[in-house]
Structures are given as C-alpha cells and as structure tokens.
C-alpha cells in the first residue's frame, strides 16, 4: 500500500445547504454531514483502508479505497455523468469543487496519464495550473488541488502553493514559506471562504467553521500522523505539536501590499475597491477624485483571528446570511506620508497619526461605539491634508455587522447594540444628515484597504 503523502486527509463539502467534512488520521475517521451512503461506507473501513476522498457541493463524494489488496473506487450517483467518465475508467485523483466543478487524472490503458476537469468559476486556476503542469514531468509532483467558493483556489507542487483564497490564507502560506515549511495538502469548501491547509512539519492552518475546528484540533496532531516517522525526514517539530499556529503579536506587525491594477490577479481586486470608492462619494459640489493607490492591509494573526472567529459565531448564530459583511469607510488624520511613494511603505510611530495606530493595533471601540460609513460623505470630512502632500488616505474596513438595527434618530444615551441586534444602523432622515454603521464590538471591523487619493 502507498505510503500517503500527507500527515492529515480533509475534505469540505456541503449537502442540504449545511457544511460537511470529512477528517482522517491515524487516530481515525470522523465525518459530519456527509451522505448516508459515504457514512455507512466509512463505518465499514479502517483507517489503513482509504487512499483519498473528495467531498463537493450537494452530497458529491469521491472516495478511493483498498479492499483485500485490490483498489477500488466509489462516486455519489449521477457523478460518473457529470465528470464524463467511464465507469470502468482507472480514476487517479478527483478533486470537487462547487457546482459540479471539478479536476481528475485517468490513467490509460497504455499507462499514460490523461487530466480532465469542469472549472468555469476561476479562470486564474485555469490558467495557473496549466502553467505550471506544464512544468513538470509527471502528476506525482502535484500535491494537491482544492477548488472552492466564489472562484478560490490552491494547488501545491513540489511543496510550494498558489492559492486565490483572501489575504488571510495569503499571509499564512507567505509565512509558511519564510519560514521554510512546505505544504502537503490542503481543502476548500464549496459553501463558503473556509479552507485547511496542512503543513510538513504536521502542524495546519485553517479558516473553517466553528463546530468543525474541535475535530481538527483534536484529530490533526503530528502524533496522530498517517506518515510512518520513519518517513517523515530528517527535522522534526515536537512530537506533540499541535494544530493551527498563532503568531505571537511581537513577532508580527501589519504591512501593506499594493495592488497593480496591470496586474492579472490584481486587476479585479482594485477594480471592486475603485467601484465602490466612486460609488461611495456623495459630495454634491466635488467631483469624484482621483485615485492614486490601493493597498491590501495584511494584519497580523492576533489581529485577525479575533475578527474571524467572531464572525463565524455570528454565522452559527444567524447562519451564513446573517453575518451581513460589507466593506465601509471610515476617514481619520493622517500624520505620515504613508502611502504616497514606494519609499513611504512602513507605519510611522507618532502617537497624533490615527492612521497608522488603526493599521497597527485596529480600531478601538469605546463604550460609545464606532461610526464607519457605507457612503463616503462623512469620511471624506474626517481626512486631513497633510502639509507635504497633496493627497488623503482612507480607510476601507470590513464589518461583520449581524443583524442591524435601523434608527433615524440619534441615540447619544446609546451604550450597547439593542437586544436581539448585532450593529445599528443610522439613516438619513430626521436627525442624521449621514448614514453610518455603529459597532459596540471591537472583533466586529478590522481594516481592509487603504486608498490614497487626491481631493
């Protein structure tokens, strides 16, 4: 039997509207809302058993197995149809993903190996992936493929991975390389931005819901390895090293990354934020303005994780609708010269600058509450013009706002979200003269782009 290639097997999937999954190790199996037909499959098997799985959206599931020394291979109904296949055809590997997308190899009769694939949501995975297959000698060297929601993405050959996944999932692998790691596998879910991704030295990263990270911190330990320790290298972390790595707040600070609207993979990203920056400006007597630059804001896991985590509970809670994440404006001093040239790219340390102190620590709520905007009227007031430059900067955070609660009035005595409620939510009207978001939470916002503009 092969020895298996990754310390840990993951698959997301979704049925009934619901996530599931799909965990193995050397501890065992544990599964959640998968098909009863996979599920009574399972049941029946030893760990040692099952080769490879693959869940998708819809109850898809893909799953090789050994029996009595002969491999043998199981497809939800109707899934033979959709990748047409052959059933009689030697499948290698199938990756789903949303919608019926999916990728596989066959091996043919004379041997050879032959990739066939369904992706019509990623054009960049399309491209990428052929790029780099292209490269290589044989499909061995690619180690893993994970299609997931809303066109997100990853594949790793030879260790190293390409991935269209947020900026969190691009932070981590960004410092799993600095640091040397190499990735063995990874997963992504067909419902929503969740994803796993597991690393040569055992230890995992993850964005997945709430009730499914009990399993994966109690499953996904390099003790529980399915690679033999005898095969696992030369360098080895603690034998009981455990899942999902925290970077400590010392060890990690905020950075910018600008976006290249020339860039391929770029292009969308700073297309959206410009939309909704014009979109946002409301001045009567100002024409829109120019924009300069946009940056991503890539914080640092302690600030992060925070926000992530209290917007899954609110997901548990009011499920995946009922997040209700926007991206708002919020305008503040701006006391640096960050952001106007390639040589102004670090946060500065002066106390007065609300910019960077937002950037570097995120945004402190008082008992009153903080008052981002969805248009940009009010925003726009809050910047400053720095006496050396000529432009302004904005903020562009993202809000997990919940279940919002609507006033016309203002309420000064206002000390906590109304019961039953997540956020409140201003309107123009009788008391208002801008609309704004109110946040009681400080886990609720973090910021996501900075925009450099010229009023």
């Not at 790691?181 to 030295?201: E, G, V, Y």
């Not at 290249?260 to 993979?265: A, H, I, L, S, V």
């Not at 940056?295 to 925070?306: M, N, Q, S, W």
Request: hydrophobic share 35%; net charge neutral.
């Amino acid at each position: 039997m092969p020895v298996p290639k990754a310390h840990y097997r993951v698959a997301l999937g979704e049925l009934d509207g619901d996530h599931s999954w799909i965990i193995q190790s050397s501890k065992g199996l544990t599964w959640n809302n998968i098909p009863d037909a996979l599920a009574s499959l399972l049941r029946r098997m030893s760990t040692r058993d099952i080769l490879d799985f693959s869940l998708g959206s819809d109850g898809r599931f893909y799953i090789r197995y050994n029996v009595g020394g002969e491999e043998k291979r199981k497809l939800s109904k109707y899934l033979w149809d959709e990748i047409d296949q052959n059933p009689n055809v030697d499948l290698d590997r199938l990756t789903l993903g949303p919608d019926g997308q999916h990728w596989g190899v066959r091996l043919d009769r004379d041997g050879s190996c032959r990739s066939f694939e369904r992706i019509y949501e990623s054009e960049s995975l399309s491209y990428r992936l052929d790029s780099k297959l292209d490269d290589i000698d044989s499909y061995d060297e690619l180690d893993f493929l994970a299609i997931g929601a809303d066109g997100d993405w990853a594949f790793g050959i030879n260790g190293r991975v390409e991935s269209r996944g947020g900026n969190y999932l691009r932070k981590q692998v960004a410092e799993a390389r600095a640091s040397g790691k190499t990735a063995q596998s990874a997963a992504m879910s067909p419902l929503n931005r969740s994803w796993f991704i597991c690393w040569d030295d055992g230890t995992v990263d993850y964005l997945l819901p709430g009730d499914m990270t009990d399993d994966v911190d109690d499953y996904c330990q390099l003790r529980h390895s399915l690679i033999p320790k005898t095969r696992r290298g030369k360098t080895q972390p603690m034998e009981y090293a455990i899942s999902a790595r925290v970077v400590s707040p010392v060890m990690a600070t905020t950075f910018l990354r600008l976006l290249d609207p020339g860039d391929r993979y770029d292009k969308e990203e700073f297309g959206r934020v410009l939309r909704l920056f014009r979109k946002g400006w409301k001045h009567s007597h100002k024409a829109v303005p120019d924009v300069h630059r946009i940056f991503v804001v890539d914080l640092p896991d302690h600030l992060e994780r925070p926000y992530l985590v209290y917007r899954s509970r609110l997901e548990r809670n009011r499920g995946e609708s009922g997040v209700n994440e926007k991206l708002v404006f919020h305008g503040t001093p701006r006391h640096c010269l960050l952001g106007d040239e390639d040589r102004f790219m670090q946060l500065c340390k002066k106390s007065i600058c609300s910019l960077c102190g937002i950037l570097r620590q995120s945004f402190s709520i008082s008992r009153a509450g903080t008052a981002p905007d969805r248009s940009f009227l009010r925003a726009d007031d809050y910047t400053n013009d720095h006496t050396n430059s000529s432009n302004r900067a904005l903020v562009v955070a993202k809000a997990a706002l919940g279940k919002a609660k609507a006033l016309r009035r203002n309420a000064e005595t206002l000390r906590s979200t109304p019961d039953g409620y997540d956020s409140v939510f201003g309107e123009i009207g009788i008391d208002l003269n801008y609309d704004e978001q109110v946040l009681f939470h400080n886990d609720a916002i973090r910021p996501a782009y900075v925009i450099i503009y010229e009023p």
